[in-house]
């Protein structure tokens, strides 16, 4: 025996319909709602993450680093200018970390010589002159010299530049210039590739106002755009000589990691980096030595800084 269907009312239908549209309606708000409080959770999370990384490496280089002077009493002005570190002297240890800073600072502006020149170079070249296959060529050349480890740097520097070094100037081989030129071969990629960008950024207009006036290719590039990109540039350099300041074992290859003051850049030298990688390894915790070199960290992080102030100095300044 069948079993018709029962007919349904119209008004019915609908109004069951109706209802079925408004629930999933509802279910899918829900769901994004949801979905959009778990995302803002994500984020605010991350953020948060961020800001107490960066606090909390702060404060504990700052305690580690005042050490020193607070516990162990050494003098801060002495630390800093002196030139003798002789940590290990049974009679009189001497803990000067003006050669070490010095070091530092001189491998740094020393690396953006050298590298400033070659990476606005590639960096013109890519965004004005072949912008098309340049690029092409020279990203996967930039994105390899990225890409390789500061251990290699070091080891083609020691095999290469090293020896250079000895036969033509004298000496070990080991001194300033050979850090230098193996840090600015570390930062070129940096450079080169924000400073293609902010030639990049440049205003076609501007372009086309010199080239209406008569101006020539060269004359435009360095008569306008480069004068245009300059804070830009200048803001490429700085994080490229961040990056140089704190290059720790490819310069420690070949720095020759002396405790003495250089007289040129042909002599031995060390940096807060070299000196601190070298020696933490040897000391106890709670010794002068190790806070010495606490100390030397939290200078290191102090110069950091200035480079980052400065950096954030140039980016105000450029659009403003």
């Known amino acids: 025996m069948k079993i018709g269907k ?3 009312d ?3 239908a609908t109004a069951s319909k109706s209802k079925l549209i408004n629930e999933k309606g509802l279910f899918w708000r829900l769901t994004d709602r949801t979905s959009e409080s778990r995302g803002k959770v994500l984020i605010y999370s991350s953020a948060i993450l961020m800001i107490v990384a960066v606090t909390a490496i702060t404060l504990f280089l700052t305690i580690q680093g005042l050490r020193s002077f607070v516990v162990d009493h050494l003098n801060f002005w002495t630390f800093i200018t002196g030139t003798q570190w002789y940590p290990d002297r049974a009679q009189n240890p001497s ?3 003006f050669p ?3 070091g530092s600072m001189a491998v740094t502006f020393l690396a953006a010589l050298i590298a400033t020149p070659i990476a606005i170079g590639t960096a013109i070249f890519m965004a004005e002159l072949a912008k098309k296959w340049g690029t092409k060529v020279m990203q996967p050349i930039i994105e390899i010299l990225v890409g390789i480890p500061s251990v ?3 080891l083609i520097g020691l095999s290469l530049i090293v020896p250079f070094m000895r036969v033509h100037f004298g000496g070990s081989g080991f001194n300033l210039l050979a850090g230098a030129i193996v840090v600015g071969i570390m ?5 080169a590739s924000i400073a293609a960008d902010s030639i990049r950024a440049v205003p076609d207009s501007l372009r086309q106002a010199s080239y209406a006036i008569g101006a020539t290719k060269w004359q435009t590039i360095w008569r306008v755009v480069i004068p245009a990109a300059g804070s830009s540039l200048v803001t490429a350099i700085v994080l490229g000589m961040s990056r140089a300041f704190g290059e720790a ?7 020759g990691n002396v405790v003495t003051l250089p007289k ?3 002599d031995p030298s060390a940096t807060l980096t070299t000196i601190i990688t070298l020696s933490m390894g040897h000391t106890t915790t709670g010794s002068i030595l190790n806070d010495a070199l606490w100390s030397l960290g939290f200078i290191l992080l102090l110069i950091s800084y200035v480079f980052i102030v400065i950096i954030r100095f140039l980016s105000r300044r450029r659009n403003a």
């Open 100 to 102: 070490f800073i010095f």
């Open 95 to 97: 803990f000067g970390a």
């Open 6 to 8: 029962v007919a349904m």
């Open 249 to 255: 074992l490819a310069v420690q290859m070949v720095i």
């Open 152 to 154: 290699v740097y070091g």
């Open 187 to 191: 930062i070129l990629p940096t450079v």
């Open 264 to 266: 040129s850049i042909f």
């Open 10 to 12: 119209p008004a019915t």
